[in-house]
């Protein structure tokens, strides 16, 4: 992945000076658990995270503007399989929470950030007929919450996203092509609510049709 750098040039002022007052981040704290289970099945389970905190400020044109921020980055993930690694799932979550105070001028100004990633998948054989079949399963969403107050210079933001999925696809295995029978089915809706706008689209297939095509907010199309 590539930073990504964003910089604003004061207009009225050739040099900018700050200095950063407090800078603290914490250890990776990462730990995993194996467990083999009385049945015959295998898991295991890992979480980590970390915390950033610094604060500072910048002499602008306007005067001094102090800016603190902490940011809080964390994971569990759960892994669990049978014999032969027949069923085989991944369960996890992923949060990321940023907050930014800055102080000038007029009121203070507070950004909040929270996102939120999760994926439930497994992949299994299973009997079908004279068959086995190979049958993955997978559900995965992420969402997003943006509060920011409004302050000199800053707009009121208020907005929430949530993204899923949820599909599932299956052949038959060890036969030749023109009996494999793959089938497959998902859907998808992709929502955005707030200040900014909204927007709401839902989509489906079946085996690689459109089954449903539908957008809310008075969007429909």
Not at 67 to 90: C, K, Q
């Amino acid at each position: 992945m590539q930073p990504n750098l964003q910089a604003w040039t004061d207009a009225r002022r050739g040099a900018t000076g700050g200095r950063l007052l407090s800078y603290e981040l914490t250890p990776l704290a990462a730990k995993s658990v194996y467990t083999a289970l009385p049945d015959g099945t295998f898991k295991l389970d890992t979480r980590g995270g970390h915390r950033l905190r610094a604060s500072g400020y910048v002499d602008t044109s306007k005067g001094r503007e102090f800016t603190s921020i902490d940011r809080i980055v964390g994971n569990e993930n759960l892994h669990t399989w049978g014999a032969e690694e027949n069923p085989d799932g991944v369960k996890g979550e992923w949060n990321d929470t940023q907050t930014v105070t800055r102080i000038g001028r007029g009121l203070p100004t507070v950004a909040v950030q929270s996102q939120r990633f999760g994926l439930d998948g497994s992949i299994s054989v299973v009997p079908s007929g004279d068959y086995q079949r190979i049958v993955t399963t997978m559900k995965i969403f992420d969402e997003a919450n943006a509060l920011q107050t409004p302050g000199l210079g800053q707009p009121l933001i208020a907005q929430a996203t949530r993204n899923s999925f949820e599909g599932e696809a299956g052949w038959n295995y060890g036969v030749p092509r023109p009996e494999r029978h793959a089938t497959g089915h998902s859907t998808q809706r992709h929502r955005s609510v707030g200040t900014q706008g909204c927007y709401d689209h839902e989509i489906a297939q079946e085996n690689g049709f459109i089954q449903l095509d539908r957008y809310r907010c008075g969007g429909a199309r």
